[in-house]
């Protein structure tokens, strides 16, 4: 093989040790959920979407955060009504402007 093809397998072959690097670092996979052979692949096709939207975020945002931060922040805020891409760009800006929602139209479980 020509020293340019032997280049580009190890460009590739070093993307995926990079991928395999994040998945240990940020992703629960020590320990399943489940004992099935499915139940381990949607735990690890969960992960692969998990991995693929945290880094179109990352693509959309300009301020540059280390992966390991941007999924501990994506983390933290999953079940907050902060707008995630305005956060990312300006925290201190973002949490100034924040406006909890109303809850006029929401409705009781138990009538009071």
Not at 76 to 95: G, Q
């Amino acid at each position: 093989m020509s020293p340019i093809t032997i280049a580009l397998i190890y460009k590739k072959r070093w993307q995926i040790e990079c991928l395999f690097k994040r998945f240990k670092q940020n992703y629960p996979l020590k320990y399943f959920l489940g004992d099935s052979q499915n139940a381990i692949k949607i735990q690890i096709w969960c992960a692969l979407i998990t991995d693929l939207l945290i880094k179109i975020v990352k693509n959309q945002i300009k301020r540059k955060w280390s992966f390991s931060n941007l999924a501990s922040i994506i983390r933290l805020h999953l079940m907050t009504y902060i707008n995630i891409l305005k956060f990312l760009e300006a925290p201190e800006k973002a949490l100034l402007n924040y406006m909890p929602p109303e809850y006029e139209h929401q409705l009781t479980l138990f009538p009071t």
